[in-house]
């Protein structure tokens, strides 16, 4: 492709941002100029792109009409307080924080319902999910023509790079404490972090549901196009710096055809099946890679209408920055 466009990350100095940025340039995308902008207390840094350090700009001066294309990598607050500037000064945009409602930016997962890009209008607004609704519905979709799922249930084992660099820094500082013996303090987190798991994700609401929790179901069910699934998830914090993992277990309408769901895994984009004899883990498979991994791939133990499942995954890298650079792919193709 000879064309090339004009790039803004905003949220450029985040776990996420820096990633996006990185993709960009490890994937060889056509930008022409790319603007890395942050807050107030970021901005005068700077990020590296093809050998040079990029000055990171404040947000709130930048001028969107610079720019065809804008990846919103910060929290949801930041992307409502910029996203319509930047729709009016004619910029596409892919939000990653979860803040825009589906009819105005649609969830999308490349390897699972990219065929909705097509019927949108410019300038496009999507949504990359949630790194846990990515990773289930990349394993998730090439199994929707063989299986009829009627349940779906998660118990989703969460990194603390969820949460941003003050989270993957507390738990460096409370093993850092705990080896060496010193008193345990607690900032971001509200007791021990380290060597602990923590049962909930977030504050929940009155009924006991934290909102990523809501968010994995709500964005799960666009993404694969069951509105009606049910969908149960727990979110619990793992001492892991880098990684999701994920217990998955689907109750389906008919026994499950175990060779047919390999085969089907096996093919699928973005999927690594791990051997029968063996599992993946975060820490020693998933980090820094572009796949979801895949093992235990099980009957339930007394009802082969029940599918079990274990994947793992790295969040920041192929929940977050690459589904959103693979839907920026797909746009310059023949949307921009």
Known sequence: MNQSFDIAVVGATGTVGETLVQLLQEREFPVANLHVLASSESAGSSVPFRGKNVRVREVDEFDFTKAKLVFFAAGPAVTLSYVAKAHAAGCSVIDLSGALPSDQAPQVVPECNAQILAGLEKPIQISSPSPSATALAVVLGPLLELLELQRVSVTACLAVSAQGREAVSELARQTTA??????????????????????????????????????????????????????????????????????????????????????????????????????PTAVGDAVGQDVVYVGRVRHGIDDTCELNLWLTSDNVRKGAALNAVQLAELLIKDLL
């Open 178 to 279: 705990l080896l060496n013996m010193h008193p345990l303090e607690t900032s971001f987190f509200d007791r021990q972090m380290a060597f602990n798991l923590l049962a909930q994700v977030g504050k929940p609401d009155a009924q006991g549901h934290v909102p990523l929790e809501k968010r994995l179901v709500k964005e799960l069910r666009e993404v694969l196009g069951l509105p009606s699934l049910k969908i149960s998830v727990t979110c619990i914090q793992a001492p892991v710096f880098f990684g999701d993992s994920y217990s998955v277990s689907l109750q389906l309408a008919a026994p499950v055809d175990l060779p047919a769901v390999t085969a089907a895994l096996e093919a699928g984009a973005g999927i690594e099946l791990v051997d029968a004899d063996d599992y």
